[in-house]
């Protein structure tokens, strides 16, 4: 099955700084790769996703890339603020298995004013 | 539209009783699931359901039941609960079809001691 690994586990920068997280995943059939933040105490919330078919994609501060044939994908946040303290969660589908979400160990991000 | 609701939001429980952890949405999603995050890890899939009357196992199903009677409904069922159970259980809900972002729910926290 599916295994997907998350590094770092933590991440401390100053603000301003970029962040960036990175995952690997194992099942070369996965095409879907969301990025979830949760902030202390509350449910995770989506803040960018990816599809197989797309290398990269970017929203605002927050954009991620996606190596196929590595198999790796990775989370960029630029002009880090205090409010992207959270933790973040990757993970991968593979979109013919009913949507079971397979995630990442989590990287909990502290941007110091 | 409430979303993803999930009760009760805090519970603590003796270890052999039983509970069931409620999860309702309002989104008319086909697809649920339930998934349990331990402190400082990521999120395990439990069972998963893509229709009313269809369920299937997730990552780590033991221990725990489930039922989609409903479009609506997906109740957790835990059995002689045990220590090992304590964590915080999220549901979620996607659409289907072309559409894989999950919905979560706001998490019961459970304490078995």
């Known amino acids: 099955g599916e295994n997907v690994e998350q590094h770092p586990s933590t991440l401390s920068v100053q603000e301003g700084d970029s962040a960036v997280i990175k995952c690997t995943y194992s099942?070369?059939?996965?095409?879907?790769f969301p990025w979830y933040k949760q902030e202390l105490g509350k449910r995770p919330q989506l803040i960018i996703d990816i599809r197989s078919n797309v290398g990269e994609k970017k929203d605002q501060r927050i954009a991620v890339t996606l190596n196929k044939t590595a198999k790796h994908f990775s989370l960029h946040i630029t002009e880090t603020q205090p409010e992207d303290s959270a933790v973040y969660f990757c993970a991968a589908l593979r979109g013919n298995q009913g949507g079971k979400l397979i995630f990442g160990q989590g990287t909990e991000l502290s941007v110091k004013p | 539209n409430a979303g993803v609701t999930q009760t009760p939001k805090f519970r603590i429980l003796k270890i052999g009783q039983s509970m069931t952890l409620q999860c309702t949405q309002d989104?008319?999603?086909?697809?649920m699931y339930w998934y349990r995050q331990d402190p400082g890890m990521g999120l395990k899939l439990i069972y998963y359901s893509v229709g009313a009357g269809i369920t299937d196992k997730g990552e780590v199903p033991n221990g725990y039941n489930v039922s989609r009677s409903t479009t609506e409904d997906f109740p957790l069922r835990l059995e002689l609960a045990a220590p090992s159970q304590t964590s915080v259980y999220f549901c979620?809900?996607?659409?289907?079809?072309?559409?894989?972002?999950?919905?979560f729910g706001p998490g019961t926290r459970l304490t078995v001691t």
């Open positions: 989104m008319n999603h086909n697809y």
């Open positions: 979620a809900t996607h659409r289907g079809s072309s559409s894989y972002e999950q919905y």
């Open positions: 099942d070369s059939a996965s095409n879907y």
